[in-house]
């Protein structure tokens, strides 16, 4: 028999199922869980909780489905302090900033590179990430991002190959050359090591050709597209996610009708990643906007040493809360099971019988302190696969 522990005296839960307690995020009080090996078994009030071998206390805390935290560019080496001074000084945000990390990245070595991951990966956990997506994109040689997915893969299935970041300096002057080396040998190189496709599609690195070209190839080598869509300019990037029914369309900050149309009528959900926003004092994506229109939003960090060096979940969620229109519980939604969502996943982002136990307690009674009480560190533990790992 696997061993079981209740968790009773959650203050205010929210599983995310609907069926389960009130409003959308089916939010319960003085609950209980029961986890059975890795798995939430029963969720219901702390009174009908069953007979367990195990019991902890929550003390009254909140409990919340750890944070699915889909876009990061975690495999990197250094940081871009002058650039986020120089910007912070007036200068605006470009993609070729880039460059500066993928210097820094190829000079690296294995053990640093995942030293660097496995140090911003322990950061994150301890804010409630239980679940994250990382990319290559800093490498952009074959042997550099198949490096960089073989080291992100030792420590989460949701790698991303993004060959596709910029075009390479070493191809400066040959951008159709790079594109052949992405989709040739650097994908055959690749491939084993990702479950996802993603491409910058933008002014300054691809434009819609060659992305749908990119994510085309990807897909015919069993990867899944995703996108860096609209992040700096109106584009063709969100029309193509929809187009080849990527999982997600990530940024999203510039967009036309016809854009939050296509989403609305699509399974692609709109990741909004504010701390871009917020670290390029760029204009918000209108998360408000495309709720109304019937999107589907997550929010995650895009944590990455260049447009967003933020690991934090909660930070994002206060962004969102603040500037961007979204109530306390879409943002947690948004966070949680919009995530999940977006990486098509079932298993995580909500806490009902048969989700994995992947939980964050709040030094608050509700999830909604998150973003009543920015920048406090509210998560005070924090469980993934039902044992305790914060
Ligand atoms: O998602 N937009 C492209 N990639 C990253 C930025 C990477 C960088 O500046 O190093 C982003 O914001
Ligand atoms: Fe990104």
């Not at 910007?87 to 053990?111: H, N, P």
């Not at 900050?253 to 990643?273: C, F, G, I, P």
């Not at 926003?277 to 019937?294: H, V």
């Amino acid at each position: 028999m696997t061993a079981t522990t209740a968790i009773t005296n959650i203050g205010t839960l929210v599983t995310n199922n609907p069926d389960l307690g009130d409003g959308p995020l089916g939010q319960i009080k003085d609950a209980a869980l029961v986890i059975e090996g890795d798995r939430i078994a029963w969720a219901g009030p702390t009174a009908k909780v069953p007979a367990t071998d195990d019991t902890h206390d929550a003390q009254g805390r909140a409990v919340i489905p750890g944070f699915v935290d889909s876009h990061s560019h975690l495999i990197f080496a250094g940081d871009r302090t002058e650039e986020f001074n120089a910007r912070m000084s007036g200068q605006s945000y470009k993609a070729g900033g880039i460059r500066t990390t993928v210097a820094a990245t190829r000079a690296a070595t294995d053990a640093a590179l995942e030293a660097n991951l496995t140090h911003y990966l322990a950061e994150a956990l301890r804010q409630g990430t239980t679940t994250f997506e990382t990319k290559s994109g800093y490498g952009l040689t074959t042997a550099d991002e198949e490096r960089a997915l073989r080291i992100a893969k030792a420590h989460t299935d949701e790698v991303t190959y993004l060959g596709a970041h910029i075009v390479s300096p070493d191809h400066a002057d040959d951008p159709a050359a790079y594109v052949a080396l992405v989709t040739g040998e650097m994908l055959d190189a690749c491939a084993p090591h990702a479950r996802w496709i993603d491409v910058f599609c933008e002014k300054g690195a691809f434009d819609g050709d060659q992305a749908r070209a990119i994510l085309t190839a990807g897909k015919a080598k069993g990867l899944l597209p995703r996108i860096h869509a609209n992040q700096l300019s109106y584009g063709p990037g969100v029309q193509l996610a929809v187009e080849l029914d990527a999982a997600s369309a990530d940024h999203c900050t510039h967009l036309t009708d016809a854009d939050v149309d296509a989403l609305a009528n699509s399974d692609t959900v709109a990741t909004l990643l504010p701390g871009a926003e917020f670290s390029t004092r760029a204009e918000w994506p209108d998360a408000r906007r495309l709720l109304d229109a019937g999107a589907t939003v997550a929010l995650s960090t895009d944590c990455n040493p260049g447009s967003s060096f933020t690991s934090s979940v909660p930070f994002c969620i206060a962004l969102a809360v603040r500037d961007m229109g979204m109530t306390p519980d879409e943002a947690l939604w948004a966070a949680t099971a919009g995530g999940a969502k977006a990486l098509r996943r079932t298993d995580v982002g909500h806490l009902a019988p048969g989700a994995r136990a992947d939980l964050a307690f709040l030094d608050a009674p509700s999830h909604v302190h998150l973003a009543y009480r920015p920048g406090v560190p509210l998560v005070s533990e924090v469980w993934r696969a039902g044992v305790r790992a914060a």
